[in-house]
């Protein structure tokens, strides 16, 4: 019978290690003649001894089957003795080696269908652990098994999913046994994941988007938080374009949030903190995600128990302006790359197109994210003509709320009137649709009208304001001129809208005056009920380029008493009623806001996306004479 060779060891044993102590050993004992020592040692050579040691991968295979096995027994010793390894923290005194993980994550990997609920224990502790700062072997490991588990237990994809977008923020390392991998690096395997698990898992790409709603930063979370968790959700996109509506929509969504929360707070500050907040932020346009982070620990230790809870809010509004700064910055420079695309041309425009009708026009006070639209709807006569049309079509769309119909024509005036390049003939075209709309409401509720009601008609009043806003900024562009002076809409000599100098010259398109006599003059007397800002702007321009006199009306409309309409009261017990509240205000909480939503962007960073597209405020000529001469004539 042959004899049996004598099995492989299971341990390893360094070559270097003495298996007793040299004092333990005779030396007097004769050493065998028949053998000759075919190594010496010398004194000087390092003898390492091993206190633990590494287990052979055979082993490992061996322990994690039969701790799977005996877990559905209820037998959870070695389960749970795996399932602590990949929870050991810094401080723990039996760190695994990186060998020894290595070797674990890689005997998993052939049971990862049997990780189902049972095995939660495990598997959250595997997609806790501090996997994204170790070597680039055991990462690609670590990703092939959480491929493997969400492909085959699709119950875990949703954590899968959140734990690799919670990483876009939060990196973590708990284990101090390896050198942490660089920010860069860790996003880099972060994405490489979720981009596996998006090639191979088709519902994916729906957890996906659910995810990156939940785990998006709160409004009191850092500036810091908040751009890198955007830039990484726009890097997505890259490699699951699918998502590109979805991550624009949701980040979109937030900032709009965010921007109305700062003008609400504004508001309730007191006036001298809150005028000139916004504008005294400190501009940098070259701040990098480290820059970001110290700014932040900057702003928590300045914070100073003596300040009052004015200044305290003031400091919190600052912060979320810079939050919003940041954020817009990088959308400009996102929305810039895809316009910039021909093929992605046209899908950019209706994302924007989108979210304007369904996030931003519905909400009231939003003082920034629609200069998105603002700037790149101006970039072609096309996208400049198909927004114009789309705020058209939702100003006078009567299936609309009537508000979401006034904030249309808010929106459609604003960027008529500040566009830079918003062509003259679309300007016209704009003010003579608008002029002939007001035409046709007047003949409707002038039969019956009483005297301005604010309630009653609303949209009249609210398109007369568009109208007038839009002469105030663009009246140059209402001259007559002639064909082959088409690029000039000034006549001869006029170079800006001080020169007016000689005031017979200004002819008017056909229509203009008449448009404005009509709108004007009537009893539904809109003047009263437009925002005096706008209206006395109107009142100065139209004077002095000769096209109507309005300061009678206007002296007139200061004994005219507005009167609030109770129609919508109508089925209930509330009467109208005056009360001293009401006499005293005499009507002018019901005058229109001088809301126009392309008012100057004053977002530090971010502004240089419009240096190019805004068309400033002019003002007039000083004429103190005219203005003397009128008040005197008024006091007589």
């Given at each position: ?121 495990l598997v959250r502790a595997i997609l806790a652990s501090d996997w994204a700062h ?438 209930s017990d509330m009467k109208s009623r005056e009360t001293a509240l009401t006499a005293?205000?005499?009507g002018e909480g019901y005058r229109l806001d001088a809301y126009f939503p392309f ?38």
């Amino acid at each position: 019978m042959a004899q049996s060779l004598p099995a492989k060891p299971l341990i390893r044993r360094s070559t270097l290690v003495r298996k007793r102590d040299e004092s333990d050993m005779d030396d007097t004992t004769p050493s065998s003649p028949s053998k000759r020592a075919r190594v010496a040692f010398s004194d000087e050579v390092e003898i390492n001894y091993v206190e633990e040691w590494e287990k052979a991968p055979e082993l490992i295979r061996e322990e994690v089957r039969r701790a799977i096995n005996r877990h559905i027994r209820n037998d959870d010793e070695e389960y749970d003795r795996i399932r602590n390894m990949f929870s050991q923290e810094d401080n723990s005194e039996e760190v695994p080696s990186p060998t020894t993980m290595r070797n674990y994550v890689a005997a998993l990997l052939p049971h990862a269908s049997s990780l189902s609920r049972s095995c939660s224990g495990l598997v959250r502790a595997i997609l806790a652990s501090d996997w994204a700062h170790r070597g680039d072997d055991y990462v690609s490991l670590f990703t092939r098994l959480i491929l493997n588990i969400v492909s085959s237990q699709g119950t875990w994809l949703s954590a899968a999913v959140g734990m690799l977008v919670e990483m876009f923020t939060n990196p973590g390392r708990k284990v101090n046994v390896y050198r942490p991998a660089s920010q860069s690096k860790v996003q880099l395997r972060v994405h490489f994941a979720l981009k596996s698990i998006l090639q191979h898992v088709p519902t994916a790409s729906q957890v996906l988007a659910g995810t990156l709603g939940s785990h998006f930063p709160y409004p009191s979370d850092s500036k810091r938080t908040h751009i890198q968790y955007v830039r990484s959700a726009l890097r997505i996109v890259d490699y699951a374009p699918e998502l590109r509506s979805d991550i624009l929509e949701l980040v979109t969504e937030r900032m709009v949030k965010i921007d109305v929360e700062i003008q609400v707070d504004l508001e309730e500050l007191a006036v001298e903190i809150g005028d000139g907040l916004v504008q005294n932020l400190t501009e940098d346009r070259g701040e990098e995600d480290e820059e970001l982070d110290s700014q932040d620990s900057d702003e928590d230790s300045d914070l100073e128990e003596d300040l009052d809870a004015e200044l305290l809010r003031a400091k919190e509004i600052n912060a979320s302006v810079q939050k919003l700064d940041l954020v817009m910055d990088v959308l400009f420079d996102y929305y810039s790359q895809i316009f910039a695309d021909p093929s992605l041309n046209a899908t950019a425009a209706a994302t924007l197109l989108s979210h304007f009708s369904t996030l931003i026009l519905p909400t009231y006070q939003s003082r920034h994210i629609q200069f998105l639209q603002f700037h790149f709807f101006q970039t072609s006569e096309v996208l400049v003509d198909r927004f114009v049309g789309t705020c058209l079509h939702l100003t006078f769309d009567t299936t609309r709320p009537t508000i979401v119909r006034q904030s249309s024509a808010a929106y459609l005036a604003s960027f008529v009137a500040r566009g830079r390049h918003v062509p003259a003939q679309i300007t016209r075209s704009v003010f003579a649709y608008i002029g002939n709309r007001l035409t046709e409401l007047r003949a409707q509720y002038e039969p019956t009208c009483r005297g301005p009601d604010p309630e009653r008609y609303s949209t009249f009043y609210a398109l007369t304001q568009a109208l007038l806003y839009i002469f105030c900024f663009r009246w140059k562009d209402l001259l007559a001129t002639n064909e082959d002076n088409r690029e000039s809409l000034s006549p001869p000599g006029l170079a800006s809208a001080t020169d007016l100098d000689d005031l017979d010259t200004f002819t008017f398109v056909p229509g203009v005056k008449d448009i404005l006599n009509s709108v004007i003059f009537n009893r539904l007397n809109p003047l009263r009920i437009c925002a005096p800002g706008i209206v006395e702007v109107f009142a100065e321009l139209t004077e002095k380029v000769g096209i109507i006199y309005i300061y009678t009306l206007l002296e007139a409309n200061k004994r005219v008493r507005l009167v609030y309409s109770m129609a919508k009261y109508a089925n209930s017990d509330m009467k109208s009623r005056e009360t001293a509240l009401t006499a005293k205000r005499d009507g002018e909480g019901y005058r229109l806001d001088a809301y126009f939503p392309f008012d100057p962007y004053q977002l530090p960073r971010s502004k240089r996306w419009l240096a190019d597209d805004y068309r400033e405020w002019e003002k007039l000529g000083d004429d103190d004479s005219d203005a003397d001469s009128r008040d005197d004539s008024d006091d007589e």
